[in-house]
């Protein structure tokens, strides 16, 4: 059995890294914080604080997980959130229903985003998907337009892949 290992914090990148740089940087955090650890709830409020902590210009960051066919609020950093999100609704329920990332450049331009917190201009929401379920979203706000691009959406899908093994999926979407 694997033990778990204290993890130093890993601050983010100076100003004027590039965002390969900090993803890369990120990435390499989130595989170490979660490494030998099974229990879900600490594994993703970890990955939603060092998300927050390390991609920037972010008001909020953090999970929300399929449980009874809704979105329910689950680890995150950021302002209190909206805890119950239908399939189809928002942002959220977009990634859900069409399994596919959001990249929202202009939230006041989506039909049906719901504000959270009124100072969120841009938003990226990824599935994360287990034998063809969604379980959860990952998402991220940002007080930016357009804060969000085809490489964040790259690297955060490869980090929601890289957790997805390591979250126990069927714990975390129980509705009890
Ligand atoms: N804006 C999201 C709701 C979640 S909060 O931003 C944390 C949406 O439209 O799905």
């Given at each position: 059995?694997?033990?778990?290992?204290?993890?130093?914090?890993?601050?983010?990148?100076?100003?004027?890294?590039?965002?390969?740089?900090?993803?890369?940087?990120?990435?390499?955090?989130?595989?170490?914080?979660?490494?030998?650890?099974?229990?879900?709830?600490?594994?993703?409020?970890?990955?939603?604080?060092?998300?927050?902590?390390?991609?920037?210009?972010?008001?909020?960051?953090?999970?929300y997980?399929?449980?009874?066919?809704?979105l329910?609020?689950?680890?995150?950093?950021?302002?209190?959130?909206c805890?119950r999100i239908a399939v189809g609704r928002g942002v959220c329920g977009a990634a859900v229903a069409?399994?596919?990332?959001q990249?929202v450049?202009?939230v006041?331009?989506f039909p049906g985003h719901i504000a959270c917190?009124?100072?969120?201009?841009?938003e990226?929401v990824?599935?994360?998907?287990?034998?063809?379920?969604?379980?959860?979203v990952?998402d991220?706000?940002?007080?930016?337009?357009?804060?969000?691009?085809?490489?964040?959406?790259?690297?955060?899908?490869?980090?929601?892949?890289?957790?997805?093994?390591?979250?126990?999926?069927?714990?975390?979407?129980?509705?009890?």
């Amino acid at each position: 059995m694997l033990t778990h290992h204290e993890v130093d914090y890993v601050p983010p990148l100076a100003e004027g890294a590039s965002k390969n740089d900090r993803y890369i940087e990120l990435r390499r955090y989130v595989l170490a914080l979660v490494a030998g650890e099974t229990d879900w709830l600490a594994n993703l409020a970890n990955v939603a604080g060092a998300v927050f902590e390390h991609v920037p210009g972010l008001n909020w960051a953090g999970f929300y997980l399929m449980k009874g066919g809704e979105l329910v609020l689950g680890p995150f950093q950021g302002r209190p959130a909206c805890v119950r999100i239908a399939v189809g609704r928002g942002v959220c329920g977009a990634a859900v229903a069409e399994r596919r990332t959001q990249v929202v450049p202009d939230v006041t331009a989506f039909p049906g985003h719901i504000a959270c917190d009124a100072r969120s201009r841009s938003e990226i929401v990824v599935p994360i998907v287990v034998d063809g379920q969604v379980v959860g979203v990952l998402d991220l706000d940002s007080a930016r337009v357009a804060n969000f691009d085809i490489e964040d959406r790259r690297a955060l899908e490869t980090i929601v892949k890289d957790i997805t093994p390591v979250v126990d999926w069927r714990a975390a979407t129980r509705g009890d």
